[in-house]
């Protein structure tokens, strides 16, 4: 180890100019070591030595905001949720994707910046505060939250700042890059497996909830039912009804229709607990499928799994190729949902074929 002069005395944060009275060289020397940049090679390796000594002992930090303003990568990668993740973060639907863009960020030696408290104190979470983009500290952002600013969005794609979102969104004017499940395709395959068990009959029930996430599960639904010649006369399906309605749980305690699809496990939950006041049981004399993840219900619905980790991953290599190259093009990218078979959907009973 090379001899330093004594650390000088101080109570503010170490600073730059610091670092290079303590190692003996210019500031320039100090900034272009702490910086990569290639001009550091002309710099011997014994003084990038005695600059790296330096910063150790000071405990100095580099300010990744002043880096930014001058135009350096920060090796920051932003979060931006647009709905809150505390403080029950492991029950959030978001929680798997943080893992695997934590787990994608650690790998490709990046750090990252949860921006979750940028309320603005009427419920809604803003990107924008006082006309200042408040993602800049990072090299660029992953954003997630069905309640995007699509104002925002379009803002942020127009100042030409990079980022991608989690889920598909449609903003007019702002083709900007997003990581999408693939649910049109997952709604079709269980639609399918239905007919595959002799199901011709179903109904479909929708939740309050609107948005690309929802029109993707309803246009494979449509799609499939269509192709394979079903028939679905629900309110539901033919006048776009949401909610469970008495209709549906006749049609189906009747024999009517003998399988529902369902958006969400809490109305199956409900579609569940009145078909058993009838004497109906499921899957014995009615299937029922549930167009989201459920894996932490207690009962095991036939339903679609979302790779949440795996999409994580795929938007931190995403959000890195376009801060590496801005002229790449930005595509969105479509993520495979798996169909899982459950136990809530049979074959069709013989007599109600």
């Known amino acids: 180890m090379t001899d330093l002069p004594d650390r000088p005395a101080r109570s503010r944060p170490a600073r730059q100019s610091d670092v290079a009275r303590l190692a003996g060289v210019s500031q320039s020397a100090v900034s272009r070591v702490i910086s990569g940049d290639v001009s550091a090679a002309r710099i011997p390796e014994e003084t990038r030595q005695r600059v790296r000594e330096a910063i150790a002992t000071l405990g100095y930090v580099p300010n990744p905001v002043a880096r930014n303003l001058r135009g350096k990568r920060t090796q920051l990668l932003g979060v931006h949720t647009f709905e809150a993740l505390f403080p029950n973060a492991r029950e959030s639907f978001y929680f798997e994707f943080l893992l695997g863009i934590e787990e994608r960020a650690e790998e490709s030696r990046h750090d990252l910046v949860l921006f979750s408290s940028t309320g603005d104190g009427a419920g809604g979470r803003r990107i924008y505060r006082d006309e200042t983009n408040r993602l800049t500290i990072a090299d660029g952002s992953i954003l997630l939250g069905m309640a995007s600013d699509r ?60 948005g690309e996430p929802y029109d993707d599960r309803r246009s494979g639904y449509r799609e499939a039912v269509e192709r394979l010649q079903i028939v679905d006369d629900s309110p539901g399906y033919t006048a776009e009804q949401a909610g469970l309605s008495d209709d549906v749980v006749d049609a189906l305690a009747a024999g009517r229709a003998t399988a529902a699809v369902v958006e969400s496990e809490r109305i199956a939950a409900t579609l569940r607990r009145r078909l058993s006041e009838r004497g109906v049981s499921i899957p014995a004399d009615v299937s029922v499928a549930v167009l989201e993840d459920t894996a932490a219900s207690e009962v095991t619905w036939s339903d679609l799994r979302i790779p949440r980790k795996e999409i994580g991953r795929i938007a931190v290599d995403r959000l890195i190729a376009m801060i590496s190259d801005p002229d790449a093009p930005r595509e969105s990218v479509l993520v495979a949902c798996t169909h899982v078979a459950g136990a809530t959907v049979a074959e069709v009973r013989g007599d109600a074929a």
């Open 151 to 210: 104002d925002e969005l379009a803002r942020l794609w127009r100042d030409g700042y990079p980022f991608v979102h989690i889920g598909r969104r449609e903003v007019p004017g702002a083709p900007f890059p997003c990581i999408v499940p693939d649910y049109w395709a997952a709604a079709s395959a269980i639609v399918e497996r239905l007919h595959g068990l002799g199901h011709r009959r179903l109904v479909y029930v929708r939740d309050s909830i609107g």
